[in-house]
Structures are given as structure tokens and as C-alpha cells.
């Protein structure tokens, strides 16, 4: 529909005149204030504002829009989106939006098309309108607060920052919906995306950044779906399995790739690790994979990054070393000893003759045995995952931290919660989200937002 200039002007007076109408309304209700025998404090005026805003702003939108939508509201005839047949106007229904300004209500010509039996509003189309009362604006918003803080409280939050209140469970709600939305291709950057950090992080004097892959497990207290008359079944731990790529730029930064995490099983995180994978030009960086003993991420990033370089993670194996020395020697100083010698040979690349140290070790008692052995078997295992000073001296990293942070960060503060425990789903849905913020690409992941859900 075309607009001339003059029609334009006429609009913008139209526009005018009706604003100057909810200016009034509003300062209607300064009233009270202006009428105090005492000056108000600023703090009080800006107070009395936020009460009444919606009356201003949420008033004027609704001038504005009804100013805009006059052709449509008065739309008769229509076609048929799918059939293309001319409709008459079957009825006007009323429905009252949310956002962030205020609500507005809008009585909509609502057509249906009784061979394709579906039925269509033009209007909701066009003003691209949520079906849901609280509109994109807002569903943005609660989506950010929920994935922060426990629904309730994002809830107050809303309401204390906005002025409005949409419950808990509607935060709830319209995070699981979208989150439900958001697939690891959106979440994880895209391959330029990726590409771009990478040359960020290289410079030209300098060799090929390192790129550190690094995963783990968390674990996430999880419930199952209680049935429709019977009572939730007891909580469960599971484990959350993730993986973070950085990158280590020669100046001790970390420059952040992608993180994510998933409750899930050990082919399900293959497979997302090999989307990953997919987008890093493997040539352009030195990879280092990261991880402790656990052998399902050996087998998932072996397979998805052939060519890199295994570390196991120091701390977890030094954490092995000092609670074998803990059961045999107690706490004296020839256990300490022992540790500094065993540390050292591992970093030498000398795991052969701790392995050996420890086979001629007499064990202190039972429970010392079955640790040794069970070290004998770690460092067997993971012989070819232990040279930490070669590491040092090539500038890769023996430390796992980056991933453990992460847990923190994208698992732990907002999944632990005291009493909270989470349906699959749902908890997979948040970790999805919290991952995109993480990885900058929670924009992109909101995108379902601008769509017609
Ligand atoms: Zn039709």
C-alpha cells in the first residue's frame, strides 16, 4: 500500500493530535504529585514515572499503530494465502498484546477459507505479531533474565526493571520454547565466524595459534517426567558432557570458539563434536586436546581431530599421584618425596620409569594396592598423553581449566540450584541457550524470535 507526501503529513498530524491526548491523560495522573505541598524528590518523580509510563508510551503506540493499521483494520476482502480464492471478512476479533511499553488492543479482520479450512488474520501478519500475548520485545527480555537466575526471580527482576509482570511460568515456558529452537549449527559460530577468530588470534611473525580442545563431564541433577496422577520420581545425577574450543594466542588470552554441553550420552557427543570440527580449518592451527581419563572423550575428539596433540589433563593426573602417595606413605615427608620424583619423571616424558617405580612399590595395605593399580593402568593407558614438559616447551597447555570453568560457568550457576532438578529436556534446552551466550551467538540463536512461531 503507497503513501504520498501529503498523505505522510496527514498521518504525522493524525499521530500528533493523538498523542497530545495521552499527554494529557497522563498528566492527569501527575496530579496528585504536582498538587503536594512538599517538591517531590527526583527519585520520587522518576518513581512516578515508571507507574505511569504505560499510560504515556503504551497509549502512543497504540495511536500510532491504529493510525498505521487503518486499511488493514478495515480490510473486507482477501485472498486465500494456499487456494488464492477471494474471501469476505468472516469476523473482528479482539486481542490485547504485550510489550515493553505497555499493552495495546487490536480488534483484527480474521478471514477463513472454508475449502482449506484454515483461517488467517492479515493484520497479525503484517505488524509480524507473536501469537502468544507477550510480544517478541518482551519474550527477548525474559529469555535473557531466565537463563541468568531461577524463574522466579527473573520474574521480580522483570517486574522491579520493567514495570511489568509476566509470571514465572511464562518465562519458563517461552524459554523452553525457544531454546527448543536453537540447534548446535546455530549455537556453535559459523565457519567464518570462526575463521575470523582464528585470524584475529594470528599474527604473521608468529606460528599457527594453538587451539585447545578440552572436554569434560558436569553433572546435572536431572528428574524424571512425573506422570498425570502420579507424584515426580526421585531426582537423578547425570552427566552433562561438554566440550570448549579456545584458542591461545602466544599472549596468554584465551580467545573463546565454542563451548557446548549437553546431558547426553558418548555418541550423541561425538556427533556434536564433529559439527564443530566441521568448521575448523585444521591446517591453520595447532590443536591440543584436553580432557582427563574418561575414555568416551578420548574416542570423541581422537576421531574428530586425527592429527592433534593429546595431553591428559595435569591436574587430574597429578590428583592420581597424590592419593596414591596419601595410602601409602600417609602424610610424612617421604610421600611428598615420592610425589615430587613421580611428578617430574611425567614431566620428563619418563613414564616408563614411574610405571615401574610403581610396580616395585610394596603396597602399605589393601586399599593402597588397588590405587596403585590402578595408576599402573592410568598411565599405561594414557602413556602417550603424559610428556608435559614437551607441551611446555612447544607452548600448549597441560591444564585443563579452560573446560572447568565452563562447567562453572555454563552448567553449574544456573542447573545447581538448591532443589532444582531438571526434566532432560529442559535442561538441555537452557544449557543450549547459556552455551550461545557464551559463544556470541545468542543473537543468532534468538532468531526463532523474528519468525512466526
Ligand atoms: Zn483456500
Known amino acids: 500500500m503507497t503513501s504520498t507526501p501529503k498523505d505522510k503529513k496527514a498521518l504525522i498530524e493524525a499521530v500528533r493530535a493523538a498523542a497530545h491526548r495521552q499527554v494529557d491523560k497522563w498528566v492527569d495522573q501527575q496530579v496528585e504529585m504536582l498538587n503536594a505541598p512538599t ?11 515508571m507507574q505511569t509510563r504505560t499510560t504515556l508510551l503504551g497509549g502512543c503506540l497504540q495511536e500510532i499503530v491504529n493510525q498505521l493499521t487503518a486499511s488493514y483494520r478495515q480490510q473486507e476482502l482477501a485472498a486465500c494465502p494456499h487456494c488464492e480464492k ?42 509480524e505479531l507473536a501469537d502468544k500475548a507477550y510480544q ?63 585470524a584475529a588470534a594470528t599474527s604473521s611473525s608468529e606460528e599457527k595459534p594453538v587451539l585447545v580442545v578440552a572436554s569434560d563431564g558436569a553433572h546435572a541433577p536431572t528428574r524424571p517426567k512425573g506422570g498425570r496422577n502420579s507424584r515426580r520420581g526421585p531426582g537423578k545425577w547425570r552427566e552433562a558432557k561438554g566440550f570448549r574450543l579456545y584458542l591461545l594466542d602466544g599472549k596468554e588470552r584465551i580467545v573463546q570458539i565454542a563451548s557446548w554441553h549437553q546431558i ?30 574418561a575414555d568416551w572423550l578420548w574416542t570423541a575428539m581422537t576421531k574428530c581431530f586425527p592429527k592433534a596433540h593429546e595431553v591428559l589433563d595435569y591436574y587430574h593426573c597429578a590428583e592420581h599421584v597424590h592419593k596414591v602417595a596419601k595410602l601409602q606413605y600417609g602424610d610424612t615427608l617421604e610421600g611428598q618425596q615420592w610425589t615430587e620424583a613421580t611428578i617430574t619423571r611425567l614431566f620428563m616424558d619418563q ?15 589393601a586399599e593402597a594396592m588397588k590405587e596403585i593399580k590402578k595408576l599402573i593402568n592410568y598411565l599405561g593407558n594414557h602413556k602417550h598423553r603424559l610428556a608435559y614438559q614437551e607441551c611446555k616447551d612447544n607452548g600448549l597447555p597441560i591444564g585443563s581449566g579452560g573446560i572447568e570453568s565452563a562447567n562453572k560457568h555454563i552448567c553449574h550457576v544456573r542447573l545447581k540450584r538448591s532443589g532444582a532438578w531438571w526434566l532432560e529436556n529442559n535442561g538441555n534446552t537452557m544449557l543450549r541457550l547459556r552455551c550461545a551466550l557464551y559463544n556470541g551467538t545468542f543473537d543468532i540463536a534468538l532468531r526463532p524470535l523474528q519468525w512466526h512461531l
Do not use: W
Open 39 to 49: 517538591l517531590p524528590t527526583l527519585r520520587q518523580m522518576s518513581d512516578q514515572f
Open 86 to 127: 477471494n474471501l469476505k471478512r468472516h469476523s473482528l476479533n479482539t486481542k490485547t498484546f504485550n510489550t515493553l511499553q505497555g499493552s495495546i488492543t487490536l480488534e483484527r479482520p480474521y478471514f477463513y477459507c472454508r475449502d482449506c479450512k484454515a483461517g488467517f488474520y492479515p493484520l497479525d501478519e503484517a505488524l
Open 136 to 198: 517478541y520485545d518482551m519474550q527477548e527480555k525474559m529469555l535473557r533474565l531466565g537463563i541468568e537466575s531461577p524463574y522466579a526471580i527473573s520474574a521480580d527482576l522483570f517486574k522491579e526493571l520493567t514495570g511489568l509482570s509476566p509470571s514465572d511460568h511464562c518465562i519458563h515456558e517461552t524459554l523452553n520454547r525457544i531454546g527448543h529452537l536453537a540447534p548446535i549449527e546455530e549455537v556453535i559460530p559459523s565457519a567464518e565466524e570462526i575463521e575470523r577468530r582464528i
Open 264 to 293: 547426553q550420552d558418548a555418541a550423541h557427543f561425538t556427533k556434536d563434536l564433529e559439527v564443530v570440527a566441521g568448521r575448523i580449518p585444521q591446517d591453520r592451527v595447532r590443536i591440543a586436546l584436553l580432557g582427563d581419563g
Open 351 to 365: 613414564t616408563g620409569f614411574a610405571i615401574g617405580g610403581l610396580k616395585r612399590m610394596q603396597p602399605s595395605g
